[in-house]
């Protein structure tokens, strides 16, 4: 488990990843989310971080009418199929680094950059169920309405646990390398 969580040791190789996710989620969130909320006049199922009721779903697929399925299933999907195991790789390799000095600490940061992958995972399974509910339309069930909304909020949720640790995290990390410079007199 260990090796899979170090994976990229470097800093750069870290930085690198971020740079892709981070290019990755512009170009959703300015390109494909944007042209969806603009064709639908509401926001994209990922972007509903409470979930989204049963009426919520039926009526962003109505309202996507076929130029909004196009950009979800041909643009969206493909972009959110990459940027969830960059994000999570990022996140956790971040996590794993950043803890190689932390001591007692060091355990939790690493827990929680497994919750990273889990974090992915939500991510890929509400893609999955998107897809589903958009091919279904508007005959799609409650029952898959209420997974992919829970998909949706269990990826807000370990998403914000992830990104709440990586900035205490940094914080923690800033405040031992300003304790270890030497003063001056």
């Not at 001591?103 to 827990?111: D, H, K």
């Not at 091919?135 to 997974?147: D, E, F």
Request: aromatic fraction near 10%.
């Amino acid at each position: 488990m260990n090796n899979l969580l170090a994976y990229p040791q470097h800093g750069s190789r870290i930085l690198l990843f971020w740079c892709v996710a981070m290019l990755v989620y512009i170009l959703m969130v300015f390109g494909s989310l944007a042209d969806i909320e603009q064709i639908a006049g509401v926001r994209a199922f990922d972007m509903r971080p409470t979930g989204y009721s049963f009426d919520d779903a039926l009526a962003l697929i109505s309202a996507l009418g076929e130029e909004g399925r196009r950009v979800y299933l041909t643009v969206q999907i493909p972009l959110d199929t990459a940027y969830p195991a960059l994000l999570a790789i990022s996140s956790a390799s971040s996590l794993y680094w950043l803890s190689q000095s932390f001591g007692s600490t060091a355990r939790w940061y690493r827990a929680v950059a497994a919750v990273a992958y889990l974090a992915a995972i939500a991510d890929y399974a509400e893609n999955g169920l998107i897809v589903w509910m958009i091919n279904v339309g508007l005959g799609v069930p409650q029952t898959l309405v209420s997974a992919a909304s829970l998909a949706t909020v269990s990826k807000s949720i370990l998403s914000t646990v992830v990104f709440a640790t990586l900035l205490i995290a940094l914080a923690e990390f800033a405040m031992r390398r300003i304790r270890q410079r030497p003063k001056v007199h």
